[in-house]
């Protein structure tokens, strides 16, 4: 890993760019910065600010929040992007378990990047739509 | 006495390969802890790329010499001079200043090759020159692995291995044609290019040097790459262009036979009349244009040459290869190979706001080697630091004037912090320059980090507390100055330390 070429062939398969044509993905891939985590790397930290939006091109990881394993990550699963949205510090760590390579971009450049692509603005709606309607599900379960 | 040719082929606790600055900073402080080592280089002479390059001739780093009341011996100095190395000598410091003519505070190319020379043979910084290393292997044993480098010496057998080899290796993208362009590393003098219509592939620092140096001699000239080229004003950071080379932005602003393009290159063909015919894909429409060029330039980056580190099991990420690191420079994957120098950005740290550190330049990377060494030497050699304690009333001012004047920490922003324990058996102590990831995530007892960060708007202290197995992030407000000693300080940090450290405001 990776030339541009190579990121745009490795997101093109992934649900929150399934919309973008080739040059989109070029993009995307020239806009974004490719990063690898070790295995136990803490790749977003709890409590703390200045993070970014990140994608997940191989590996697994796990979401952490107070000690507490909330959920598994692995390609093509995304993180970070509540945190850079609400401008507030991640309410969980996210850590490696297995070797972990991302695309990444900072936080301050997030917000020009999903306005100029609307359509990963969408999928991304639709996976956090996703996530609330878990969270409400199990809410509901566990009254 | 000078060796010609130190270091023969053979068995040594660590070996250091390169002789541009990280593998001069790397190899003096391991001298000055007495750990035995070679440094080898396949060079002829000290300096790196800066042997060579900047093409132009003109460096991006500033040394203001007349800077921190001109005493050039002083830590604070550092911050104002981008360009040299450091040492526990106080006549080996700051000899930058020693070799520029006064014509600029960036120093030109002979001027810095001359400083790297002139700090090797002061300090007394012996490399083997014309040894190549050429292969690598690695061997089990009891006591951990150890490396074997096969160089056009012979064969050097070490515990550790240190690699500041640049990123050096030119790259260009495999866009069809890309054999007709020339790399930057082969550009041709200037007057060569006198009315030729160029093309220049990328739009970082090296094609708008290029940019910057052919205007007078270019017909003219067109840069393109998929995104939009931001200036290091815009991102308030060395990512973008520097501001030493906005000239070709004004002239593509008033129309001055310069064109900034958003767009990838697709091919490039030959055309009858000798010239280029250059394919392009717009970035905002997706439509394609062409344009015609007497010669294309692929401004295009170089990558680390690691040889076959990687068969090795060296994992590396991003389109220049780097090797991905830990806190302490050493190969993430794996153990006992280690990086200096320009690679060292490969360890990024938190990265907090999208801003990196600036390892990727000297005046970072000197005390990435610094740190690493005392990493070394600590954690495998038996070297002991001097922790020099604190008292519980100057803890504050301490902090304050580290986040005001030390160079380690406004060089590497959110990446280099400055530390103090509070151990209770020990006292508070002052544990000096750590990593910041480092103290996050691998510390342990009660202690206090200071840093200067930037979100890309502002610069600001950043003090994080541990205590009790948890840590606190306190940002502490920009001053217009960056000056954070005045009361407004005192008093906003002896708030955040009063409860870690009890009298910590009473001062």
Redesign the interface.
């Known amino acids: 890993m990776a030339t541009r070429d190579e990121i745009a062939d490795a997101i093109a398969g992934m649900a929150i760019f399934a919309d973008l044509a080739r040059p989109q993905l070029m993009g995307v891939a020239s806009r974004f910065e490719e990063a690898f985590f070790p295995k136990d790397a803490r790749v977003l930290r709890q409590g703390l600010t200045g993070s970014g939006f990140y994608v997940i091109l191989d590996g697994e990881a796990d979401v952490v929040a107070d000690g507490q394993k909330r959920a598994t990550l692995a390609r093509g699963d995304f993180f970070g992007e509540v945190s850079v949205l609400l401008g507030e510090p991640p309410i969980a760590d996210v850590v490696a378990t297995r070797p972990l390579r991302c695309v990444v971009l900072g936080g301050p450049a997030v917000e020009g990047f999903l306005v100029d692509h609307p359509r990963v603005m969408y999928r991304m709606l639709q996976a956090s739509a996703r996530r609330l309607r878990g969270a409400n599900q199990r809410a509901a379960a566990s009254q | 006495m000078v060796d010609e040719r130190p270091f023969p082929p053979g068995e040594y606790p660590v070996v250091v390969v390169g002789s541009g600055p990280g593998a001069l900073q790397t190899s003096y402080f391991l001298s000055r802890y007495g750990i035995d080592h070679a440094t080898i280089s396949a060079d002829p002479s000290a300096g790196g790329m800066f042997r060579k390059w900047p093409f132009f001739q003109r460096l991006l780093s500033w040394t203001k010499p007349y800077a921190a009341g001109a005493d050039r011996q002083s830590r604070a100095f550092q911050r104002w001079d981008w360009n040299s190395l450091l040492a526990r000598e106080p006549e080996l410091r700051g000899l930058q200043a020693e070799f520029m003519d006064g014509t600029s505070d960036f120093p030109s190319r002979p001027e810095m090759e001359a400083n790297l020379a002139a700090f090797a043979e002061r300090a007394g910084v012996q490399v083997r020159y014309g040894c190549t290393w050429e292969s690598t292997r690695r061997e089990e044993t009891a006591d951990g692995d150890r490396f074997t480098l096969v160089t056009s010496d012979g064969e050097y057998r070490c515990r550790f291995a240190i690699f500041a080899v640049g990123v050096s290796e030119p790259y260009s993208?495999?866009t069809p044609g890309i054999e007709l362009a020339v790399h930057y590393a082969d550009t041709r003098d200037a007057p060569s290019y006198a009315g030729h219509r160029l093309f220049i592939i990328g739009k970082q620092n090296s094609g708008f040097e290029l940019a910057t140096g052919l205007l007078q001699w270019a017909s003219r000239i067109s840069l393109s790459?998929?995104?939009p080229a931001k200036t290091s004003i815009e991102t308030h950071s060395l990512v973008g262009v520097r501001a030493r080379y906005v000239q070709p932005f004004e002239d593509s602003i008033l129309g001055g036979g310069v064109d900034i393009l958003s767009a990838?290159t697709k091919g490039i063909e030959r055309t009858p009349a000798g010239g280029f015919l250059v394919k392009l894909?717009r970035?905002d429409n997706?439509m394609p244009m062409t344009l015609e060029a007497d010669e294309v330039i692929a401004a295009t980056g170089f990558t680390c040459p690691l040889r076959d580190l990687p068969a090795l099991g060296v994992?590396?990420?991003?389109?220049s290869k780097l090797p991905?690191q830990?806190d302490f420079w050493e190969s993430?994957?794996v153990p006992g190979i280690f990086f200096a120098g320009t690679i060292t950005q490969g360890a990024?740290g938190?990265?907090?706001?999208?801003?990196p550190p600036n390892s990727g330049a000297l005046h970072g990377y000197r005390y990435n080697a610094r740190v690493l060494v005392d990493h070394l030497a600590e954690t495998y050699f038996g070297a002991v630091h001097e922790r020099p304690a604190i008292a519980e009333g100057d803890v504050r001012d301490h902090l304050l004037a580290e986040a005001t004047r030390a160079p380690e920490l406004w060089h590497q922003k959110?990446f280099l912090a400055s530390v103090v324990s509070l151990d209770g058996s020990a006292g508070i102590r002052n544990e000096g320059i750590v990593p910041l990831t480092r103290f996050?995530?691998a510390g342990d007892g009660d202690a206090i980090a200071m840093t200067v960060?930037s979100?890309?708007t502002t610069i600001f202290p950043v003090v994080y507390v541990r205590r009790g197995g948890r840590?606190?992030?306190h940002?502490l407000e920009p001053d217009p100055l960056n000056d954070f000693e005045g009361p407004t300080y005192r008093r906003a940090l002896g708030q955040i330390l009063d409860r870690a450290v009890p009298g910590a405001s009473a001062a």
């Open positions: 993208p495999a790459s998929p995104s990838s894909e970035s997706a994992a590396t990420f991003g389109q991905a830990t993430a994957t990024a938190l990265k907090k706001h999208g801003i959110a996050l995530d960060e979100d890309g840590q606190e992030e940002a």
